[in-house]
């Protein structure tokens, strides 16, 4: 399974501990993920259930290309880091 990791600020809004995820893409290892943590999904995922513009996601250093349907490939040795963007002055 792969390994997925979100970033302390999202945590600080929700509890969303690092996890062994099941999947064979970003999408199939979010939805195991939000089996066990519902609230989580709309704080990822906007209304179309594509990836919200403030979070990005890493497949072990590389940030995913497909943030629509979340087809990039995870493998059972892959980190998945997820990760909310901050903004402001």
């Given at each position: 399974?792969?390994?997925?990791?979100?970033?302390?600020?999202?945590?600080?809004?929700?509890?969303?501990?690092?996890?062994?995820?099941?999947?064979?893409?970003?999408?199939?290892?979010?939805?195991?993920?939000?089996?066990?943590?519902?609230?989580?999904?709309?704080?990822?995922?906007?209304?179309?259930d594509?990836?919200?513009?403030?979070?990005?996601?890493?497949?072990?250093?590389?940030?995913?290309?497909?943030?629509?349907?979340?087809?990039?490939?995870?493998?059972?040795?892959?980190?998945?880091?997820?990760?909310q963007?901050?903004?402001?002055?």
């Open positions: 399974m792969a390994r997925i990791e979100f970033t302390d600020n999202l945590q600080k809004h929700i509890p969303c501990p690092p996890a062994e995820a099941p999947g064979d893409t970003v999408r199939a290892v979010l939805e195991s993920i939000f089996e066990e943590n519902a609230p989580l999904r709309s704080y990822l995922l906007d209304d179309q594509r990836l919200r513009k403030h979070v990005n996601i890493f497949i072990n250093g590389d940030m995913i290309t497909d943030r629509i349907r979340l087809s990039d490939p995870v493998t059972d040795k892959d980190q998945v880091f997820v990760f963007a901050l903004s402001g002055g």
